[in-house]
């Protein structure tokens, strides 16, 4: 699935003592990788949505595929990986990356768009989880967050959404997909615009808040992670040292 990059595996996989400044050099020298314009597969076939739970010391990561116009689900794979890196706002993209990357590995069939539960460019240093994972990857990814990390959400004539605006720059968008609901917020992640980004999201937005693919990601993550508790529990009985 798609071609990684050699330096941020190397620091992610094999360096435990990976550290926080580490990150962030790494961090602002991959925001200037980002591509915020149209580089996708065109008609879009399938579009997947990719979530992260955590259970005692794993991540565990879910992708789920589902056709493009039908909105059927097609393929789901999920995988469970050590957490390696601390909870860290404005870096948790590196905490989030490796049971990410090892789902998509699985996949056999190849989305053309991956909706990522995180943000994209809407965040301060331009490069949340799902920029972070389309560059590594070389992906066409969306960032679909349940909250804002920064900026202003502003009025516009625009019924479905409204532009999300930090230090004088349009970063993303505040997207309806369902009446009287809260916004999803919606950003570039790598090799996408934000129109195309905006009209993927409500495409894919039918029984929920969040799009079809993300909300099937997030249901098999929380599965896999009461999987990986009882697995857990099963090996380490009460009353075990």
Known sequence: MGSSNPIVHQNLFKDIDFSIEKARRLQSLLSKKV??????????KYVAGVDIAY????SIGAVAVFDYNSLKL???????????FPYIPTLLSFREIPAAVSSIRKLNIKPDVFLVDGQGIAHPYRFGFASHLGVVLDLCTVGVAKSLLCGEVIESESLNWRPIIHEGEIIGGAVFTKPNAKPVYVS???????????????????????????????????????????SLKVKSPEGAD
């Open 55 to 58: 259970y005692d010391k794993l």
């Open 188 to 230: 570039v992640g790598h090799k996408i615009s934000l129109e195309t980004a905006i009209k993927v999201v409500l495409t894919c937005s039918k029984n929920h808040r969040i799009p079809e693919p993300l909300h099937e990601a997030h249901s098999a993550a929380q599965r896999a992670k009461r999987e990986a508790e009882k």
């Open 74 to 84: 097609v393929e789901l794979k999920s995988a469970a990986v050590e957490t390696r």
């Open 35 to 44: 591509i915020a314009r149209d580089c996708l597969n065109t008609p879009i």
